[in-house]
């Protein structure tokens, strides 16, 4: 009686089987629209057969909206019963199927009249994959297409609440009211968890209340802007360590620098630099290397504090800028307990090594006012830091500032000195510790400055190594000695001369050249000049090192190690080197008075090896009776002369000569 009544509307009205797509039940009308014989014929109808996946997926989506709750949706569809379009107007709800499942009740009305325009865009908003949705001003929901409904987390959600921070979203609707339309990405709560969207946000009037109401149109745009976060994140970060790099830097430290004003704190810039890392990168390896470097900065972010800024400068060097607490006990407590933790031996590559540490660093605000002279004053106070052997964290001073204005104009002057010849040999006589006659001479190189007077090579070599200003001077250097040979040899002193020539000339090609064109020029003797350089040249620091001393040495030049014992270097190493003879550092003459055990050791290797000996430094006639007694026939120090200028050199020859011949 009741499904007579149904036949009679002029309403289409159908149950669906969302699990079996089928038909249930339906009214007279139903089988009208879809031209169906019977009711049984309709039932038998499979329409899974060629259904969508989106149609589909949009059947299940509203199954589950019913099972979550009493809704009612309304939506414009077209129907093909045997090809034909039919347009309805449906509006849909839930019912319970008496075995529990949720079943699709379906009210059709048909829209004769729609006009195609409408109807595309009921068929858009219907599929599209844009979330529609409208809200009322205290965001409540009042309307969500498909697309909408899949994504959110509860059809009744007001709109903050959807945000994964509500909280920065309050007064959302005030603005859009203000700007009329808002358009902002931010991290939304779906139901496939948090996502990021885009939305844009525009003031409507609800359609049937005709009140305000705010249309949001949202997509998903959390690939974009996962990558664009990634490349963000990998421009402004090292790889290698994951902290910060220097085009991030300038940003965190403006940030720290206006907090530690806001809160009335001192702020410390400290840069950190790792001492021998060269070492182990070069004997280890580039991978313990990088391995090392990423254990310093996990070291260093365990040690920093939450809002400190760590980044890697690149290479082996470290910034940290740490905001100090308040009643934090000595100024440089942070920087102290930094060299306390790396004073441990760490494991790196199965072998225990120490990583040494040098730390310079400036107070924020009184050692600078600014992020460049922070920076500025604090690598001054490294640079005194990484030179000093004992003192390993070195805060800046104005000293500091002084000794690199002078260190600069040195610099300038150096390019006068050479063009305007105001450098000069000094000779030092090595001499024999039996007969203390002069068998040998060192040049050594000073610069008679014109307000400075004489500076030494300690003042200014190092200067001119960092400028490449060496490469002339060396050339200079080993020109004169060439000419003083040939002098010798013309007045019949059988005296060797010997010169230094620094790490940075062997990689210098034009150095070879000129040594092997000296003979040629000068007329001098290569197998009576020797060449001295440090044992840094063995250590491996220089490119082809060897092969370069190699061709020194086949041109005649004598290579001789200076300084010997005062870098790693041993003497199993040197036989590797086309060695003459070492010099024996003059900090072993010390050793002498309390038995000389190492030079003993040295100068029984280098009889091994067949190098010929000269000890340094000797002040004493106790160590130069022991270096008689021991076997080392030759010395060089202050006890037989200091380095003395060439006429004095040459006249201390002649006497020589002329006792000689009494
Ligand atoms: P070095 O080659 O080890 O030269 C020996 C230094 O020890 C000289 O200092 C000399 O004056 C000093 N000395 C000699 N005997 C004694 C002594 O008994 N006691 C003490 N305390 N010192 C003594 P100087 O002339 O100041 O040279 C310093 C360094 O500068 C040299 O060390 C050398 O490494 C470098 N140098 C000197 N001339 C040249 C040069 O023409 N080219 C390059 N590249 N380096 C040079
Ligand atoms: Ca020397
Ligand atoms: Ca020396």
Redesign the pocket.
């Known amino acids: 009686m009741l499904l007579d009544l149904y036949d009679r509307l002029d309403a289409a009205v159908w149950i669906f089987d969302f699990d079996y797509k089928r038909y249930i039940w339906a009214n007279r009308k139903t089988l009208e629209i879809t031209d169906a014989d019977s009711l049984e014929e309709l039932q038998s109808r499979d329409l899974s057969a060629d259904m969508s996946p989106a149609v589909e997926q949009r059947l299940r989506q509203y199954q589950q909206d019913f099972c979550n709750g009493d809704v009612t949706f309304s939506e414009i569809w077209t129907l093909y019963p045997k090809g034909k379009p039919k347009v309805l107007q449906i509006s849909m709800s839930g019912v319970r199927l008496a075995d529990g499942r949720m079943a699709l009740l379906c009210e059709g009305r048909e829209q004769e009249e729609q006009e195609p325009e409408a109807l595309r865009s009921a068929e858009a908003l219907l599929h599209t994959t844009v979330m529609i949705s409208q809200f009322t001003r205290d965001g409540k929901p009042l309307y969500r297409n498909t697309a909408s409904r899949a994504a959110c987390i509860g059809l009744d959600t007001p709109f903050v609440e959807q945000f994964v921070h509500p909280e920065d979203y309050q007064g959302i609707f005030d603005r859009v009211d203000d700007e009329r339309t808002l358009k902002f990405v931010a991290q939304v709560k779906t139901n496939a968890g948090p996502r990021w969207h885009e939305l844009t946000v525009r003031a409507c009037h609800d359609a049937t209340s005709g009140e305000l109401a705010y249309l949001v149109n949202e997509t998903d745009v959390t690939e974009l802007h996962e990558t664009k976060e990634r490349a963000k994140y990998l421009a402004s970060h090292d790889t290698l360590t994951g902290l910060s790099n220097r085009t991030y830097l300038q940003e965190r430290l403006t940030q720290i620098l206006e907090t530690a004003n806001e809160i009335n704190r001192k702020a410390t810039l400290y840069l950190l630099d790792l001492d021998d890392f060269k070492l182990v990168n070069d004997s280890l390896g580039h991978a313990a290397g990088d391995a090392l470097l990423q254990q310093v900065a996990e070291e260093l972010k365990a040690l920093a504090g939450r809002q400190d800024v760590i980044a890697r400068l690149g290479g082996d060097e470290f910034l940290i800028c740490h905001l100090e607490k308040s009643g934090e006990e000595s100024c440089d407590w942070f920087g102290q307990s930094l060299l306390k933790a790396f004073a441990t031996p760490r494991v790196i590559e199965g072998k225990q090594r120490s990583v040494g540490l040098s730390i310079g660093y400036a107070h924020y605000p009184d050692d600078g006012q600014d992020i460049d002279q922070l920076m500025r004053h604090a690598d001054l106070a490294l640079y005194q830091a990484k030179s000093d052997a004992k003192n390993k964290c070195v805060r800046f001073s104005e000293r500091m500032r002084r000794l690199r204005d002078e260190h600069r104009a040195l610099k300038k002057d150096l390019d006068r000195a050479l063009r305007e010849n105001e450098f000069v040999?000094?000779y030092?006589p090595i001499a024999c510790t039996r007969t203390d006659r002069v068998v040998a001479g060192?040049?050594?190189?000073?610069w008679q400055h014109p307000e400075r007077g004489l500076i030494?090579?300690?003042d200014f070599?190092h200067i001119?190594?960092d400028t490449g200003l060496?490469n002339n001077?060396?050339a200079w250097?080993a020109e004169q000695v060439a000419r003083l040979q040939m002098r010798l040899h013309n007045l019949k002193y059988a005296v060797p001369l010997a010169?230094?020539?620094?790490p940075?000339?062997l990689s210098d090609s034009s150095f070879v050249t000129l040594m092997q064109s000296l003979p040629f020029e000068t007329g001098c003797t290569p197998g009576r000049i020797s060449l001295?350089i440090?044992e840094s040249v063995i250590l491996g620091d220089i490119p082809n090192a060897r092969e370069t001393l190699a061709t020194l040495k086949k041109s005649g030049y004598r290579i001789v190690i200076?300084?010997f014992g005062t870098g790693y270097s041993n003497l199993a190493y040197l036989h590797n080197y086309p060695i003459d003879g070492i010099?024996i550092?003059?900090m072993f003459?010390e050793d002498v008075a309390s038995g000389g055990e190492i030079v003993k050791l040295i100068l029984s290797l280098a009889s091994a090896l067949g190098a010929g000996v000269v000890a340094?430094?000797?002040?004493t006639i106790e160590q130069r009776s022991w270096l008689s007694q021991n076997g080392c026939h030759r010395y060089?120090?202050?006890?037989y002369s200091?380095?003395v200028p060439e006429d004095r050199f040459l006249s201390m020859l002649e006497t020589q000569n002329q006792i000689a011949s009494m």
């Open positions: 040999l000094f030092q060192e040049a050594l190189l000073r030494g090579p300690d070599i001119a190594e060496i001077i060396g250097v010169l230094n020539v620094s940075k000339q001295e440090t200076d300084d010099k550092d003059r003459m340094e430094g000797v002040e060089q120090g202050y006890l200091k380095p």
